[in-house]
Protein backbone atom coordinates (compact mmCIF):
# COMPACT_ATOMS: atom_id res chain seq x y z
CA UNK A 1 0.00 0.00 0.00
CA UNK A 2 1.41 3.40 -0.77
CA UNK A 3 0.89 6.25 1.72
CA UNK A 4 1.75 9.72 1.46
CA UNK A 5 4.97 11.66 2.55
CA UNK A 6 3.96 14.83 4.95
CA UNK A 7 7.04 15.96 4.56
CA UNK A 8 7.29 15.53 1.05
CA UNK A 9 7.51 19.61 0.57
CA UNK A 10 9.97 22.14 1.97
CA UNK A 11 9.26 24.34 4.90
CA UNK A 12 8.68 27.65 4.50
CA UNK A 13 7.90 30.40 6.65
CA UNK A 14 5.03 31.03 8.14
CA UNK A 15 2.70 34.51 7.76
CA UNK A 16 -0.48 35.79 9.46
CA UNK A 17 -1.93 39.05 9.00
CA UNK A 18 -3.14 39.10 12.55
CA UNK A 19 0.16 38.77 13.54
CA UNK A 20 1.49 42.35 13.32
CA UNK A 21 -0.17 45.56 12.74
CA UNK A 22 2.24 46.89 10.17
CA UNK A 23 2.16 43.57 8.30
CA UNK A 24 -1.69 44.13 7.62
CA UNK A 25 -1.08 47.82 6.88
CA UNK A 26 1.32 47.13 4.02
CA UNK A 27 -1.24 43.70 2.68
CA UNK A 28 -3.84 47.17 2.83
CA UNK A 29 -1.69 49.61 1.22
CA UNK A 30 -0.18 46.94 -1.81
CA UNK A 31 -4.14 45.70 -2.57
CA UNK A 32 -6.00 49.68 -3.03
CA UNK A 33 -2.62 51.02 -4.16
CA UNK A 34 -3.12 49.78 -8.02
CA UNK A 35 -6.96 50.99 -7.70
CA UNK A 36 -5.71 54.47 -6.15
CA UNK A 37 -3.46 54.99 -9.19
CA UNK A 38 -5.39 53.50 -11.85
CA UNK A 39 -8.07 55.69 -10.56
CA UNK A 40 -6.45 59.43 -11.62
CA UNK A 41 -4.74 57.80 -14.97
CA UNK A 42 -6.64 57.85 -17.88
CA UNK A 43 -7.17 53.79 -18.99
CA UNK A 44 -7.30 52.65 -22.80
CA UNK A 45 -10.04 50.20 -23.25
CA UNK A 46 -9.69 47.38 -25.44
CA UNK A 47 -11.27 43.91 -25.90
CA UNK A 48 -8.18 42.44 -25.68
CA UNK A 49 -5.84 44.75 -24.02
CA UNK A 50 -2.02 45.00 -25.17
CA UNK A 51 0.07 47.51 -23.79
CA UNK A 52 2.21 49.81 -26.49
CA UNK A 53 5.97 49.65 -27.35
CA UNK A 54 8.26 51.51 -25.14
CA UNK A 55 8.94 54.34 -26.46
CA UNK A 56 12.09 54.62 -28.87
CA UNK A 57 13.31 51.27 -26.97
CA UNK A 58 11.80 49.06 -29.96
CA UNK A 59 13.43 51.41 -32.80
CA UNK A 60 16.71 51.58 -30.85
CA UNK A 61 16.97 48.11 -30.68
CA UNK A 62 16.33 47.54 -34.36
CA UNK A 63 13.09 45.55 -33.29
CA UNK A 64 9.40 46.12 -35.37
CA UNK A 65 8.16 45.67 -31.68
CA UNK A 66 9.02 45.65 -27.99
CA UNK A 67 7.23 45.68 -24.31
CA UNK A 68 8.29 45.11 -20.87
CA UNK A 69 5.71 43.26 -19.18
CA UNK A 70 5.40 42.43 -15.45
CA UNK A 71 2.40 40.98 -12.88
CA UNK A 72 2.12 40.95 -9.00
CA UNK A 73 -0.20 39.25 -7.19
CA UNK A 74 -0.87 39.10 -3.59
CA UNK A 75 -3.02 36.43 -1.51
CA UNK A 76 -4.55 36.63 1.96
CA UNK A 77 -6.87 33.31 2.82
CA UNK A 78 -7.89 31.22 5.50
CA UNK A 79 -8.31 27.52 5.55
CA UNK A 80 -10.67 26.42 8.24
CA UNK A 81 -10.33 23.59 10.50
CA UNK A 82 -6.66 23.73 11.37
CA UNK A 83 -7.25 22.24 15.06
CA UNK A 84 -10.18 19.68 14.33
CA UNK A 85 -7.67 18.16 11.32
CA UNK A 86 -4.71 18.58 13.61
CA UNK A 87 -2.86 20.65 11.03
CA UNK A 88 -1.19 23.81 12.26
CA UNK A 89 -0.53 24.60 8.28
CA UNK A 90 -3.95 25.45 8.63
CA UNK A 91 -5.53 29.09 8.77
CA UNK A 92 -5.30 32.06 8.06
CA UNK A 93 -2.17 33.07 5.34
CA UNK A 94 -0.94 35.93 3.58
CA UNK A 95 1.05 34.97 -0.12
CA UNK A 96 3.05 37.36 -2.94
CA UNK A 97 1.75 34.17 -5.34
CA UNK A 98 3.44 35.75 -8.22
CA UNK A 99 6.41 38.79 -8.66
CA UNK A 100 7.08 38.20 -12.53
CA UNK A 101 8.98 41.04 -14.77
CA UNK A 102 9.67 40.26 -18.48
CA UNK A 103 10.10 41.46 -21.92
CA UNK A 104 8.98 40.36 -25.07
CA UNK A 105 10.44 41.60 -28.47
CA UNK A 106 9.44 40.58 -32.80
CA UNK A 107 11.14 41.66 -35.90
CA UNK A 108 10.29 39.92 -38.70
CA UNK A 109 8.59 37.57 -37.00
CA UNK A 110 11.00 36.30 -35.11
CA UNK A 111 10.54 37.09 -31.27
CA UNK A 112 10.77 36.03 -28.15
CA UNK A 113 9.41 36.17 -24.56
CA UNK A 114 11.28 35.71 -21.52
CA UNK A 115 8.99 36.12 -17.68
CA UNK A 116 11.07 35.35 -14.52
CA UNK A 117 8.92 34.88 -11.45
CA UNK A 118 10.51 35.96 -7.78
CA UNK A 119 8.12 34.59 -5.83
CA UNK A 120 8.55 32.09 -3.00
CA UNK A 121 12.03 33.07 -1.94
CA UNK A 122 13.11 31.60 -5.16
CA UNK A 123 13.61 32.63 -8.69
CA UNK A 124 12.37 30.78 -11.72
CA UNK A 125 11.88 30.40 -15.41
CA UNK A 126 8.06 30.77 -16.44
CA UNK A 127 7.98 31.73 -20.46
CA UNK A 128 11.30 31.62 -21.63
CA UNK A 129 10.97 30.62 -25.55
CA UNK A 130 12.12 32.13 -29.26
CA UNK A 131 9.41 31.83 -32.00
CA UNK A 132 8.59 32.35 -35.37
CA UNK A 133 5.43 33.61 -36.79
CA UNK A 134 3.75 34.32 -39.97
CA UNK A 135 0.59 35.14 -38.12
CA UNK A 136 -1.09 31.83 -38.65
CA UNK A 137 1.64 29.49 -37.52
CA UNK A 138 3.79 29.79 -34.54
CA UNK A 139 6.97 27.52 -34.23
CA UNK A 140 8.00 27.80 -30.63
CA UNK A 141 11.41 26.54 -29.02
CA UNK A 142 12.35 26.55 -25.17
CA UNK A 143 10.82 26.43 -21.86
CA UNK A 144 6.90 25.71 -22.74
CA UNK A 145 4.13 24.05 -21.19
CA UNK A 146 2.44 21.18 -22.59
CA UNK A 147 -0.52 22.01 -24.89
CA UNK A 148 -3.73 20.52 -22.61
CA UNK A 149 -6.56 22.01 -20.78
CA UNK A 150 -8.24 25.64 -21.47
CA UNK A 151 -7.32 26.48 -17.80
CA UNK A 152 -4.08 25.49 -18.28
CA UNK A 153 -3.49 27.39 -21.36
CA UNK A 154 -5.50 30.72 -20.14
CA UNK A 155 -3.01 33.45 -18.55
CA UNK A 156 -3.36 33.47 -14.91
CA UNK A 157 -4.26 36.61 -14.66
CA UNK A 158 -7.39 35.95 -16.31
CA UNK A 159 -8.89 32.80 -15.19
CA UNK A 160 -12.45 32.79 -13.26
CA UNK A 161 -10.39 31.43 -9.70
CA UNK A 162 -7.07 32.32 -7.72
CA UNK A 163 -6.07 28.86 -8.49
CA UNK A 164 -6.74 26.83 -11.60
CA UNK A 165 -8.84 23.41 -11.47
CA UNK A 166 -7.29 20.77 -9.16
CA UNK A 167 -6.67 18.30 -11.58
CA UNK A 168 -3.94 21.05 -13.83
CA UNK A 169 -2.02 21.07 -10.92
CA UNK A 170 -2.37 17.17 -9.76
CA UNK A 171 -1.13 16.05 -13.14
CA UNK A 172 1.42 18.21 -13.30
CA UNK A 173 1.47 20.46 -16.56
CA UNK A 174 3.97 22.33 -15.67
CA UNK A 175 7.26 24.26 -17.79
CA UNK A 176 9.51 22.37 -19.99
CA UNK A 177 12.69 22.56 -22.19
CA UNK A 178 11.21 21.43 -25.90
CA UNK A 179 9.21 22.61 -29.33
CA UNK A 180 5.92 23.14 -30.15
CA UNK A 181 4.43 23.98 -33.18
CA UNK A 182 0.80 25.93 -33.11
CA UNK A 183 -1.54 27.27 -36.22
CA UNK A 184 -4.65 29.62 -35.27
CA UNK A 185 -7.31 29.69 -38.06
CA UNK A 186 -10.50 32.00 -37.10
CA UNK A 187 -12.29 29.42 -34.80
CA UNK A 188 -10.49 26.52 -34.99
CA UNK A 189 -6.62 25.59 -33.40
CA UNK A 190 -4.05 23.43 -33.13
CA UNK A 191 -0.91 23.13 -30.75
CA UNK A 192 1.21 20.15 -30.05
CA UNK A 193 4.93 19.37 -29.93
CA UNK A 194 7.51 17.45 -28.04
CA UNK A 195 9.19 18.86 -24.86
CA UNK A 196 11.70 17.23 -22.47
CA UNK A 197 10.92 16.35 -18.50
CA UNK A 198 13.76 18.66 -17.99
CA UNK A 199 12.57 22.51 -16.83
CA UNK A 200 15.30 25.49 -17.17
CA UNK A 201 14.22 25.63 -13.45
CA UNK A 202 15.36 21.73 -12.65
CA UNK A 203 18.12 20.64 -14.82
CA UNK A 204 19.41 18.14 -13.04
CA UNK A 205 15.89 16.45 -13.84
CA UNK A 206 15.78 12.86 -15.82
CA UNK A 207 15.97 13.06 -19.65
CA UNK A 208 12.20 12.00 -20.48
CA UNK A 209 10.24 13.21 -22.83
CA UNK A 210 6.61 14.51 -23.35
CA UNK A 211 4.68 14.27 -26.45
CA UNK A 212 1.44 16.61 -26.37
CA UNK A 213 -1.55 17.81 -28.82
CA UNK A 214 -4.23 20.01 -28.34
CA UNK A 215 -7.49 20.60 -30.83
CA UNK A 216 -9.91 22.86 -29.77
CA UNK A 217 -13.12 24.29 -32.21
CA UNK A 218 -14.99 26.85 -31.66
CA UNK A 219 -18.43 27.53 -34.23
CA UNK A 220 -20.76 30.44 -33.79
CA UNK A 221 -23.98 29.90 -33.22
CA UNK A 222 -27.00 32.35 -33.51
CA UNK A 223 -25.11 35.38 -30.84
CA UNK A 224 -23.24 32.49 -28.92
CA UNK A 225 -19.90 31.18 -29.68
CA UNK A 226 -19.32 27.53 -28.57
CA UNK A 227 -16.14 25.88 -27.44
CA UNK A 228 -15.05 21.99 -28.13
CA UNK A 229 -11.84 20.83 -27.59
CA UNK A 230 -9.29 17.54 -26.91
CA UNK A 231 -5.86 17.12 -25.84
CA UNK A 232 -3.49 14.15 -24.51
CA UNK A 233 0.11 14.51 -22.66
CA UNK A 234 2.54 11.36 -22.44
CA UNK A 235 5.22 11.46 -20.64
CA UNK A 236 8.07 8.74 -20.32
CA UNK A 237 10.45 8.54 -17.35
CA UNK A 238 9.06 11.68 -15.50
CA UNK A 239 11.40 11.97 -12.81
CA UNK A 240 15.20 11.40 -12.20
CA UNK A 241 14.71 9.00 -9.18
CA UNK A 242 12.19 7.06 -10.75
CA UNK A 243 9.11 8.37 -8.29
CA UNK A 244 6.07 10.95 -9.19
CA UNK A 245 3.37 11.89 -6.75
CA UNK A 246 -0.16 13.48 -7.66
CA UNK A 247 -1.22 15.88 -5.31
CA UNK A 248 -3.84 19.05 -4.94
CA UNK A 249 -3.94 21.91 -2.60
CA UNK A 250 -7.03 22.64 -0.69
CA UNK A 251 -7.95 25.60 -3.46
CA UNK A 252 -5.54 28.33 -2.37
CA UNK A 253 -2.13 28.02 -3.01
CA UNK A 254 -0.73 26.66 0.44
CA UNK A 255 2.21 23.86 -0.36
CA UNK A 256 2.44 22.70 2.90
CA UNK A 257 -1.16 21.51 2.54
CA UNK A 258 -2.03 18.91 0.29
CA UNK A 259 -5.60 17.38 1.27
CA UNK A 260 -5.33 14.58 -1.40
CA UNK A 261 -1.63 12.93 -2.38
CA UNK A 262 -0.70 10.19 -3.65
CA UNK A 263 2.37 10.25 -2.01
CA UNK A 264 5.50 9.11 -4.07
CA UNK A 265 4.59 6.18 -6.49
CA UNK A 266 6.93 4.05 -8.64
CA UNK A 267 5.64 5.63 -12.24
CA UNK A 268 7.73 4.67 -15.18
CA UNK A 269 5.37 7.04 -17.70
CA UNK A 270 1.81 8.12 -17.55
CA UNK A 271 -0.50 9.47 -20.19
CA UNK A 272 -3.49 12.24 -19.74
CA UNK A 273 -6.43 12.42 -22.10
CA UNK A 274 -8.48 15.77 -21.43
CA UNK A 275 -12.05 16.44 -23.22
CA UNK A 276 -13.40 20.26 -23.31
CA UNK A 277 -16.52 22.07 -23.52
CA UNK A 278 -17.96 25.41 -23.63
CA UNK A 279 -20.40 28.17 -24.55
CA UNK A 280 -19.87 31.86 -24.37
CA UNK A 281 -23.09 34.09 -25.03
CA UNK A 282 -22.73 37.74 -23.91
CA UNK A 283 -22.25 38.23 -20.89
CA UNK A 284 -22.89 34.44 -19.25
CA UNK A 285 -20.23 31.66 -19.71
CA UNK A 286 -20.21 27.93 -19.10
CA UNK A 287 -17.47 25.90 -19.31
CA UNK A 288 -16.36 21.98 -17.98
CA UNK A 289 -13.23 20.17 -18.30
CA UNK A 290 -12.75 16.63 -17.53
CA UNK A 291 -9.63 14.71 -18.02
CA UNK A 292 -8.28 10.94 -17.30
CA UNK A 293 -4.92 9.85 -16.10
CA UNK A 294 -2.87 6.23 -16.47
CA UNK A 295 0.05 6.22 -14.13
CA UNK A 296 2.00 2.89 -15.29
CA UNK A 297 3.58 1.77 -11.98
CA UNK A 298 6.91 -0.86 -11.55
CA UNK A 299 7.52 -3.39 -8.12
CA UNK A 300 4.66 -5.07 -6.27
CA UNK A 301 1.86 -3.05 -7.22
CA UNK A 302 2.85 -2.99 -11.14
CA UNK A 303 0.05 -1.97 -13.67
CA UNK A 304 -1.70 1.43 -14.65
CA UNK A 305 -3.29 2.74 -11.83
CA UNK A 306 -5.78 5.81 -13.11
CA UNK A 307 -7.01 8.71 -11.71
CA UNK A 308 -9.43 11.20 -12.91
CA UNK A 309 -10.70 15.15 -12.45
CA UNK A 310 -12.40 18.13 -13.78
CA UNK A 311 -15.20 20.81 -12.98
CA UNK A 312 -18.38 22.31 -14.57
CA UNK A 313 -18.90 26.87 -14.16
CA UNK A 314 -21.11 29.21 -14.80
CA UNK A 315 -20.69 32.92 -14.55
CA UNK A 316 -22.12 35.89 -15.41
CA UNK A 317 -20.49 39.57 -15.90
CA UNK A 318 -22.93 42.08 -14.13
CA UNK A 319 -21.96 45.10 -15.46
CA UNK A 320 -23.12 43.81 -19.15
CA UNK A 321 -19.64 43.38 -20.89
CA UNK A 322 -19.15 40.15 -23.03
CA UNK A 323 -17.65 37.19 -21.44
CA UNK A 324 -13.87 37.38 -22.95
CA UNK A 325 -12.70 34.04 -25.60
CA UNK A 326 -10.41 33.78 -27.99
CA UNK A 327 -11.94 31.17 -30.24
CA UNK A 328 -8.69 31.36 -32.38
CA UNK A 329 -6.91 29.78 -29.29
CA UNK A 330 -9.54 28.06 -27.17
CA UNK A 331 -8.41 30.41 -24.63
CA UNK A 332 -10.37 32.42 -21.87
CA UNK A 333 -9.03 36.23 -22.30
CA UNK A 334 -8.87 39.87 -20.80
CA UNK A 335 -11.98 41.22 -20.03
CA UNK A 336 -12.14 45.12 -20.25
CA UNK A 337 -14.12 47.31 -18.35
CA UNK A 338 -16.50 49.26 -20.80
CA UNK A 339 -16.78 51.73 -17.75
CA UNK A 340 -13.66 51.81 -15.97
CA UNK A 341 -12.93 53.33 -12.69
CA UNK A 342 -12.04 57.10 -12.95
CA UNK A 343 -13.45 57.56 -16.07
CA UNK A 344 -17.30 58.20 -14.73
CA UNK A 345 -17.58 54.43 -14.01
CA UNK A 346 -16.91 51.97 -11.16
CA UNK A 347 -15.58 49.33 -13.73
CA UNK A 348 -16.52 45.47 -14.47
CA UNK A 349 -17.77 42.79 -12.24
CA UNK A 350 -18.53 38.99 -12.45
CA UNK A 351 -20.24 36.56 -10.58
CA UNK A 352 -18.56 32.67 -10.99
CA UNK A 353 -19.99 29.23 -9.64
CA UNK A 354 -17.95 26.12 -9.91
CA UNK A 355 -18.18 21.92 -9.43
CA UNK A 356 -14.52 20.94 -9.37
CA UNK A 357 -13.26 17.35 -8.77
CA UNK A 358 -10.45 15.55 -8.28
CA UNK A 359 -10.02 11.14 -7.86
CA UNK A 360 -6.40 10.35 -7.03
CA UNK A 361 -7.80 7.06 -5.29
CA UNK A 362 -7.37 3.16 -7.41
CA UNK A 363 -7.83 0.61 -4.90
CA UNK A 364 -6.81 -2.24 -7.06
CA UNK A 365 -2.94 -0.50 -6.96
CA UNK A 366 -3.73 0.26 -3.44
CA UNK A 367 -3.20 3.88 -4.16
CA UNK A 368 -5.40 6.15 -1.57
CA UNK A 369 -4.71 9.43 -2.54
CA UNK A 370 -8.13 10.68 -1.69
CA UNK A 371 -10.85 12.47 -3.50
CA UNK A 372 -11.70 16.07 -3.44
CA UNK A 373 -15.22 17.70 -4.21
CA UNK A 374 -14.91 22.03 -4.17
CA UNK A 375 -18.30 23.79 -4.16
CA UNK A 376 -16.92 27.33 -5.23
CA UNK A 377 -18.06 30.37 -5.84
CA UNK A 378 -16.33 33.83 -6.69
CA UNK A 379 -16.50 37.41 -7.90
CA UNK A 380 -13.94 39.56 -9.54
CA UNK A 381 -14.12 43.32 -9.79
CA UNK A 382 -11.85 45.13 -12.32
CA UNK A 383 -11.88 48.47 -12.15
CA UNK A 384 -9.53 49.24 -14.81
CA UNK A 385 -7.68 46.69 -17.51
CA UNK A 386 -4.70 45.75 -15.82
CA UNK A 387 -6.37 45.51 -11.74
CA UNK A 388 -8.22 42.98 -10.40
CA UNK A 389 -9.22 42.18 -7.00
CA UNK A 390 -10.98 38.49 -6.52
CA UNK A 391 -13.07 36.63 -3.41
CA UNK A 392 -13.15 32.76 -3.60
CA UNK A 393 -15.24 30.98 -1.02
CA UNK A 394 -14.70 27.49 -0.96
CA UNK A 395 -16.71 24.16 0.69
CA UNK A 396 -14.44 21.10 0.58
CA UNK A 397 -15.92 17.57 0.80
CA UNK A 398 -12.78 15.13 1.09
CA UNK A 399 -12.74 11.49 1.16
CA UNK A 400 -9.74 9.34 2.43
CA UNK A 401 -6.56 10.78 1.70
CA UNK A 402 -3.48 11.50 4.15
CA UNK A 403 -5.16 13.76 6.59
CA UNK A 404 -7.66 11.15 7.08
CA UNK A 405 -5.36 9.09 9.46
CA UNK A 406 -4.68 11.51 11.34
CA UNK A 407 -8.26 12.19 12.05
CA UNK A 408 -8.99 8.56 12.67
CA UNK A 409 -6.44 8.66 15.65
CA UNK A 410 -8.17 12.07 16.95
CA UNK A 411 -11.13 11.02 17.26
CA UNK A 412 -11.01 7.41 17.96
CA UNK A 413 -13.45 6.82 14.87
CA UNK A 414 -11.59 3.97 12.71
CA UNK A 415 -14.38 4.08 10.46
CA UNK A 416 -14.23 7.47 9.83
CA UNK A 417 -13.50 7.98 5.98
CA UNK A 418 -14.47 11.96 4.84
CA UNK A 419 -14.12 15.54 6.09
CA UNK A 420 -15.28 18.92 5.32
CA UNK A 421 -13.26 22.29 4.77
CA UNK A 422 -13.97 25.99 3.85
CA UNK A 423 -11.61 28.06 2.54
CA UNK A 424 -11.86 31.78 1.29
CA UNK A 425 -9.42 33.61 -0.42
CA UNK A 426 -8.76 37.20 -1.77
CA UNK A 427 -6.49 38.24 -4.29
CA UNK A 428 -5.04 42.08 -5.11
CA UNK A 429 -3.63 41.64 -8.43
CA UNK A 430 -2.02 43.88 -11.10
CA UNK A 431 -0.12 43.68 -14.46
CA UNK A 432 1.51 45.27 -16.93
Not at 216 to 235: E, F, G, I, N, Q
Not at 340 to 351: N, R
Not at 354 to 368: E, M, N, P
Amino acid sequence: MYSPSFARHPRRPEFSFCSSRSCLAVIVLMMLAPVLVAANRPAAVRADPEPADEDGVAAAMGLDRFKLRGRLQVDVGHIGGGARLADRNLGTLVDIRRVRLGAEGEKDGFGFVVEVDFAGNDVSVEDGFGYWTDGRWRLMVGNLKPAVSMEEQSDDLFVPFMERAAFTTAFGFGYSVGAAVAYAGDDFSLRGGVLSTRSLNDPSSKEGYIPNLRLTYAPKVAAARLHLAASLRYRKRPSRDGTLGYAREPQIHQPQVTLVDTGPLPVSRDLFLGVEGGVFAGPFYAAAEWGWLGARLRGPEAGTARFSGGYAGMGYVLTGERAPFDPSSGTIGALAPAHPLGKGGKGALVAHLRFDRIDLDDSSHAVTGGRQNAFMAGATWIPVTHVRLLVNITHLEVHGGPTIERLRLRTGNPALRRFSANVIGMRAQIHW
